[in-house]
């Protein structure tokens, strides 16, 4: 399974962005998908999640300003982020957990897009 991200940027505080992140291969069922990033000598962090409940959860820093979501016919992950910050400001990172067509279970990461607010 191979997720591509796509749609990073660079954009004025206060600015919006909507990163995307393709699923493809043979994939039978996708459970959890999650954005991550990690910003210049920082470790990675988990920005947001989804469930196939369509329960979904974010970080502090994030709540009220980003929106995790899931396009289900065409398996695409989104990410509506307004009000940006410089803190924003990291490589984003997609991650999606699931069964294949094999009914093997997969774990995959997108290769991330950077995003880059400035002040």
């Known amino acids: 399974v191979q997720l591509q991200a796509s749609g990073g940027g660079l954009v004025q505080a206060g600015g919006s962005l909507r990163p995307s992140c393709a699923a493809s291969?043979?994939?039978?069922?996708?459970?959890?998908l999650g954005w991550y990033r990690q910003a210049p000598g920082k470790q990675r962090e988990l920005v947001a999640t989804?469930?196939?409940?369509?329960?979904?959860t974010y970080a502090d820093s994030v709540k009220g300003r980003f929106t995790i979501s899931k396009d289900g016919a065409k398996n695409t992950l989104y990410l509506q982020m307004v009000s940006l910050k410089p803190e924003d400001t990291a490589v984003y990172f997609c991650?999606?957990?699931?069964?294949?067509?094999?009914?093997?279970?997969?774990?995959?990461w997108g290769q991330g897009t950077l995003v880059t607010v400035s002040s």
């Open positions: 991650n999606a957990a699931g069964t294949t067509t094999y009914f093997a279970p997969f774990r995959s």
């Open positions: 291969g043979s994939i039978r069922s996708i459970n959890t």
């Open positions: 989804w469930t196939t409940d369509g329960s979904t």
